[in-house]
């Protein structure tokens, strides 16, 4: 069976500190990848997906940058970060030419 | 930007009574969906409608879809405690899917 998993769960960033969060699917292949933002109570802002290695596709221009080096890896960075860049931070898959989507547990980021 | 906007916003209802949520959005789709969040956890898919279906059943979930009318409901009927989470209608274009902002259901014991 299929699986994604997330790392870390919760994050504390100071601003201006780089950010590192990682996605990892198991038990699929050339799965589209996806990044989405959550505001506390809020809906799901989508940030990047991929259909494939090294394709990605980026929904909103912002501090953030997403990568794929492996099919079922899919990375998101950034550099420096902003206060508001806080929220909650999921990842999802589908297989490729479905809609249903299967999200990750999240990483909640607070940057301080 | 989002496709989907949930109404209401936030609902209360007792328990072993039937929730309803609606979603509207405003272009053309290939299919909605349905999604729950738990609070502080991810998504789960519920359910599926696509854009030459009426109406589906998913043991106490019933979803409709009016694409002429541009908008979808969900009930839930005899509602459980274990109902209480935020729910997302979600619209289907090429590969990406967009997410509305959620109706918060809360059931009363």
């Known amino acids: 069976s299929q699986t994604i998993h997330q790392w870390p769960a919760t994050l504390v960033q100071p601003v201006g500190s780089p950010l590192s969060l990682e996605c990892t699917v198991e038990?699929?292949?050339?799965?589209?990848l996806y990044w989405y933002r959550q505001a506390a109570g809020r809906g799901l802002q989508l940030l990047f997906y991929?259909?494939?290695?090294?394709?990605i596709s980026s929904e909103v221009p912002q501090n953030l940058s997403a990568s794929r080096p492996q099919d079922r890896q899919f990375i998101l960075s950034s550099k420096k970060l902003l206060l508001s860049d806080s929220g909650f931070y999921l990842c999802?898959?589908?297989?490729?030419?479905?809609?249903?989507?299967?999200f990750g547990p999240g990483t909640r980021l607070l940057v301080l | 930007s989002q496709q989907g906007e949930e109404d209401p916003q936030a609902l209360s209802i007792q328990e072993g009574e039937n929730a309803t949520m609606n979603c509207s959005y405003k272009?053309?789709?290939?299919?909605l969906q349905w999604y729950r969040q738990n609070s502080g956890r991810g998504l789960v898919h519920l359910i599926l409608?696509?854009?030459?279906?009426r109406e589906k059943h998913s043991g106490r979930l019933r979803v409709t879809l009016d694409t002429s009318k541009k908008s979808s409901s969900l009930l839930i009927t005899a509602s459980r405690a274990a109902d209480t989470a935020s729910y997302f209608c979600?619209?289907?274009?090429?590969?990406?899917?967009?997410f509305g902002k959620g109706t918060r259901l809360h059931i009363l014991p």
């Open positions: 409608i696509r854009s030459n279906e």
């Open positions: 038990g699929t292949s050339n799965p589209n």
């Open positions: 999802a898959w589908t297989v490729t030419g479905e809609e249903t989507q299967y």
């Open positions: 979600a619209t289907g274009r090429d590969d990406k899917i967009i």
């Open positions: 272009t053309s789709i290939n299919n």
């Open positions: 991929s259909v494939g290695i090294g394709q």
